[in-house]
């Protein structure tokens, strides 16, 4: 009941005050559809309510202002409703799709009334919400025949129109469920029949249909509220919407008094027109990878498209509807300009608005073009300044692709970085001029703080006087002196949406650094340090001296009042050492193949130690092309030495179990052997032209044939043979794939490059997209970047400095991190009265009596629900810490505490029966130590708790010492095979489970007594019901007498009646419901219904006569619960 009285009927209540119409079927199994507004259960689609919004939305007239005339046919709605609940041959995401178009644009043959040949047809009236109908209903039953269960019940669904839109499971925390959350996850895939276990034992467990309409579905427990969408079959990808937007629903009286998670959500989500809005316009399919995804607007996307909305329409100037939206990196900042380029067009005061995309990277041109393409008109690409000045002078209210770089009238200088540094801000783009004054032009700049600042801001903005400036950056603003700033081009922020709000939601992960350096690569640092001096000198000067560069170095030379050849050949020693520093990654001086081999056979070991396990990848981010060679050439080697080393390994041969986990390093670990085997690399840099050296060549080849960026992206497949090139793992690169990147997969960044300012966030920011499994992303630095960590963050202002310094964590920060998780876990059982938990999960308690005895007060500490979900909450952020910091040594004195808690969190889940308990939210390499830990002590890991009736109960009850352990284990069984098989035989499950209460308090503290009367009554639930005559009456005599006579059942005087009056019950459901599809057959189980109550009304007894009708209603749902039992 708890369910109902704090999570679902709150949920109610809140939509009643959101003025939807609300049908609340209360607790129990729904009885009757039409209480549904059905005819059966079968109905996925409320028919009636459909028909009806359907003339009430579509009527002649301009505007279908509700004044026309109703002009679709029955014939017309009927074939609409086959078309959205028959999507033959179609997957449950195909048919999804499908339908989703169909609510933006249906039509029909003809419009009988007016003539008009194939007119539109609204579904829903977007335009004018109010006009829909909204409808609420819970415990929405839909019947599965056919199903591993004979129906699915939605706790609340959502309808418009008549149409399910959103399906919402609500769960509280009961005797069984310590993580209602994941519980309720499990439960929409089951009705969504998408549990891939399921699948594949060739089963159905639910009704796609019911979500053919779905545009999203919420799993909630009131303190936590989370949505996502039916691609979303992982936990990781359903989000919590943290904020109220637009500002007139953040004022509500929350219906229990305060604004959990939940409250938040509905507030956010659920209003009838943010709801339509967030179809509408924040909604879209796209390709993730291989994968086809389904996307809706997170709460920063859709409040960020509601405030440049608003602004479009308020502000009075173009500076006034300008601003900032500082969105992280990998929060969707491009689908945000996605999302507010399909509001424009749905808005009809701002429909005729030129939009301007501008970007300033040619492989982010290619990808923001693909997402642009998602706002469903056509991107018209800008392909040369002369495009520019033709295709964008014009009025035309269109969507247009433009790289920064098309803004300037001379080519751009290929110059080396540290050039372009020191000409600060010498003049080298000429003005372009005016090419469009209208105010009815939103250009929408792509990392805007990289290009805004120079000559081509300027043209950018003299071009377009007039046009409102959206800047999208997913980096602080740089404020930095004697350069004009973002807010000055831009004005202010219009949102705001950080890299730590990103982990804190789960749409980012937490970023950690881990620095090296190459010393120990160089065997005689000494030497290797004047070589890099030697050289730093010789690249400065050569770039120096080349002809193309004479020119400007002397422009340089006469701003700083320097002759020309002091400045090529006399820099001093501390400007070659800045140099060196700044500077020292182009060029020969990181190109040093005997520095490289050291560092990518570090790379390597880290990998296969620390990433491999878990199933993800890395990218290598090298100083220069030659480097990205060198680089593949290397980490091949380190591969192939690594494997050889482990396969020269002699191999086990005997019991697995009896392996000591610290001996398992010396023998061959074969499955390693297969993971390392199928490893590649591949290099993808740019093309260098016709010069191009042949080894730069070869590998850029290489990765384009084996497809390098695509198979990246892409989960190893091992078991596939034409899957191979899924084996890339080291992803090479020089200045391509650093920003825009999105490769869940990739969770190590290996760094051997100076990368600088914001370039340095957004590079970092590809290790930080959200994948299952991934609970960090990690960057090495081989290149002393985590050294200058706080000068590279100095150019953001300081309340900025602050949130990053937060979010970018040195991978040590983890250590004490993990030892808090671990004395939060052993403080949790102390304050349960286990005063000894710490020696005990030490190991350094030795008397089997006592361990025996430690655990069990554990496991009695757990009984109460509540610090079963403390249990596991805490002891997974502490695994997650373990596993962060694994293999580190740093993780050792934790290794054994790990595997007791690990040890004692099955024993919980054993003694309480909560199948809800689980350790996958850590990574692998800490699953791994503890189910190895599990196995050897003769625990399997994968095995549910044994139930009541396994032929395996007693012999597991028995392992337990104690009468107090068995009796526990014994009623917490009796009690889950209750509540399993209630719906089978209420009355005799009821009187079982209130013999249970009774013995526990008849035997309290007398644990031998207890353990053997419930040995008795386990007995007693195994005979089932033993009447002499026919077993199948047992169930229908009892549930007769309790509704009538109460408790007590039937009355020894009423007996000889109820008897042959349950004999006809039986044989009239025998006779009836052995047709196929009977329960799906509306009519004749209104039919059935009839004749049984003219069975009661004959018996002519009055408690039973004046409650027919509830008789009748059970006894048709036992019937259904008892089909095959009858029929035998």
């Known amino acids: 009941m708890s369910e109902r009285t704090f999570v679902e009927k709150p949920f109610l209540d809140q939509l009643a005050s959101l003025d939807w119409k609300v049908v609340d079927q209360g607790p129990g199994v729904p009885t009757d559809p039409a209480k549904s507004f059905r005819t059966s259960f079968r109905e996925v689609i409320l028919e009636g309510v459909f028909r009806q919004s359907l003339h009430d939305i579509n009527r002649t007239g301009s505007d279908g202002d509700g004044q026309g005339q109703p002009w679709l046919t029955d014939k017309q709605i009927d074939d609409l409703i086959e078309e959205l609940i028959n999507q033959p041959a179609k997957s449950l995401m195909e048919a999804n799709e499908s339908v989703l178009k169909l609510l933006y644009r249906t039509q029909v043959d003809v419009n009988e009334v007016t003539g008009e040949q194939y007119p539109n047809v609204k579904l829903i009236d977007f335009e004018h919400p109010e006009r829909n109908h909204f409808l609420a209903i819970n415990q929405f039953r839909i019947d599965t025949p056919g199903a591993t269960k004979d129906f699915i019940i939605p706790d609340i669904v959502l309808f418009v129109n008549g149409l399910p839109l959103v399906v919402i499971e609500a769960k509280d925390a009961n005797d069984f469920t310590a993580n209602p959350m994941a519980e309720a996850f ?62 007139k629903y953040r004022q509500f009286t929350p219906p229990l008094g305060q604004v959990r998670e939940q409250e938040t959500l509905i507030q956010g989500m659920l209003p009838k027109d943010t709801l339509l809005d967030l179809v509408r316009t924040c909604t879209v399919f796209m390709d993730v990878g291989k994968v086809r995804a389904k996307i809706v607007a997170r709460y920063q996307q859709y409040r960020a498209v509601c405030k440049i909305i608003d602004r479009l329409r308020q502000g009075q100037t173009p500076e006034d509807r300008s601003g900032i939206v500082w969105h992280t990196q990998g929060s969707g900042k491009s689908l945000t300009m996605v999302f507010v380029i399909r509001k424009l067009r749905m808005c009809d005061d701002l429909k005729d608005y030129k939009v301007c995309l501008i970007n300033d990277r040619k492989d982010l041109e290619k990808q923001l073009g693909e997402t642009a393409a998602l706002a469903s008109e056509k991107v018209t690409f800008i392909t040369s300044s002369d495009d520019l000045k033709t295709k964008l002078k014009g009025d035309a209210s269109n969507l247009n692709m433009v790289m920064i770089h098309k803004f300037q009238e001379n080519p751009n200088r290929d110059l080396p970085d540290y050039l372009e540094d020191m000409l600060g801000d010498l003049p080298i783009y000429a003005p372009l001029g005016v090419i469009n004054q209208s105010e009815r032009i939103v250009l929408m700049i792509d990392e805007a703080h990289r290009t805004q600042s120079g000559d081509l801001g300027d043209n950018l903005f003299e071009a377009f006087p007039n046009a409102t400036r959206l800047a999208f950056t997913g980096t602080p ?72 560069n004479v020119q400007l170095v002397k422009k340089i030379a006469e701003r700083e009042n320097r002759p020309f050849d002091d400045l090529v050949k006399e820099l001093s020693a501390e400007e070659v050492l800045a140099l060196k520093k700044k500077w020292g990654t182009t060029g020969d001086i990181l190109e040093a193949e005997q520095r490289i081999e050291a560092i990518a056979a570090d790379m390597v070991r880290h990998y296969v130690e620390n990433i491999l396990p878990n199933g993800f990848k890395s990218q290598v981010v090298c100083s220069s092309k030659i480097a990205a060679v060198h680089y593949k050439k290397y980490i091949d080697k380190a591969v192939a030495e690594r494997l050889a080393e482990e396969q020269a390994k002699p191999t086990w041969t005997g019991d697995s179990q009896a392996l000591p986990e610290e001996e398992r390093f010396n023998y061959r670990d074969d499955e390693l052997c297969q993971k390392i085997a199928f490893l590649k690399s591949a290099v993808v840099v740019s093309s260098e032209g016709t010069n191009e050296r042949a080894v730069i060549t070869q590998a850029r080849k290489h990765g384009q044939e084996i497809d390098a960026v695509e198979n990246f992206k892409r989960r190893f497949d091992y078991d596939k043979p034409e899957k191979i090139n899924t084996g890339v793992a080291f992803l090479i690169v020089c200045d391509m794939l650093l920003t825009g990147f999105d490769a869940p997969i990739e969770q190590v960044m290996y760094i051997d490059k100076n990368v600088k300012d914001h370039n340095l966030l957004q590079t970092i920011a ?74 005990w999960v030490q190991q350094k308690i030795t008397a089997p009596q006592r361990i025996y005895d430690i655990l069990e007060l554990a496991i009695e500490g757990m009984k109460d629900l509540k610090q079963r979900a403390n249990f596991e909450v805490y002891l997974k952020k502490f695994l997650q810490s373990m596993d962060i910091i694994l293999p580190n040594a740093a993780a050792n004195p934790f290794k054994i505490p790990a595997k007791r808690f690990g040890y004692l969190l099955a024993k919980v889940k054993d003694r309480y029966k909560d199948d809800t308990l689980s350790i996958s939210g850590a990574g692998e390499k800490v699953r791994t130590l503890i189910n190895e830990h599990l196995i050897s002590l003769g625990i399997n890991p994968k095995i549910k708790p044994v139930e009541l009736m396994s032929p395996r109960f007693i012999t597991e009850l028995e392992k337990n010492q104690s009468p107090k352990a068995k009796a526990s284990e014994m009623e917490h069984a009796i009690r889950k095979h209750c509540k399993v098989h209630f719906d089978e035989d209420p009355v005799l499950f009821q009187k079982l489970s209130d013999k249970l209460e009774s013995l526990i308090q008849q035997h309290k503290e007398n644990w031998d007594e207890l353990c053997r009367h419930l040995f008795d009554l386990r007995n007693e639930a195994e005979a089932g019901r033993q009447e002499e005559n026919d077993p199948r009456s047992g169930p229908f005599f009892d549930l007769i007498g309790q509704i009538a006579f109460g408790k007590r059942g039937v009355p020894q005087q009423h007996a000889a009646t109820v008897i042959p009056l349950v004999s006809l019950v039986l044989e009239k459901l025998k006779r009836t419901i052995g047709i196929i599809n009977f329960w799906s057959n509306a009519p004749e189980v209104s039919k059935l219904k009839g004749e049984l109550s003219d069975l009661l009304l004959f018996s002519n007894i009055d408690e039973i006569v004046s409650k027919s009708d509830k008789i009748v209603t059970e006894i048709t749902a036992l019937a259904k619960v008892r089909h095959k039992d009858i029929l035998s």
């Open 186 to 247: 499990q439960q929409l895939m089951r009705y969504s029949d998408q549990r891939e276990e399921t699948k594949q034992a060739g089963l159905r467990e639910g009704e796609p249909k019911l979500f053919f309409t779905n545009q999203f579905l919420i799993r909630t427990c009131g303190d936590h509220a989370q949505f996502g969408t039916i691609t979303a079959t992982d936990e990781e990808f359903f989000f919590p919407w943290r904020d109220i937007f637009p500002e």
């Open 477 to 548: 603003l740089i404020v930095v002196k004697d350069k004009k700033t973002t807010a000055e081009r831009f004005g202010d922020y219009i949102d705001k949406y950080k890299l730590q709000d990103a982990v804190n939601d789960g749409a980012t992960v937490q970023i950690l650094y881990e620095g090296k350096t190459a010393d120990t690569a160089v065997k005689d640092k000494a030497k290797f340090d004047e070589k890099v001096d030697e050289l730093a000198q010789k690249h400065v000067t050569s770039q120096m001296r080349k002809a193309e």
């Open 766 to 839: 590809r290790v930080n997209r959200v994948a299952k499994g991934k609970t960090r992303g990690y960057i090495v630095d081989y290149i002393g970047l985590t050294d200058h960590l706080k000068e590279a963050l100095s150019i953001y202002a300081a309340d900025d400095q602050k949130d990053l310094q937060e979010s970018l964590k040195d991978i040590t920060s983890e250590v004490p991190v993990l030892e808090s998780r671990y004395r939060r876990l052993v403080q949790l059982f102390q304050d349960q009265g286990v005063a000894e938990i710490e020696p």
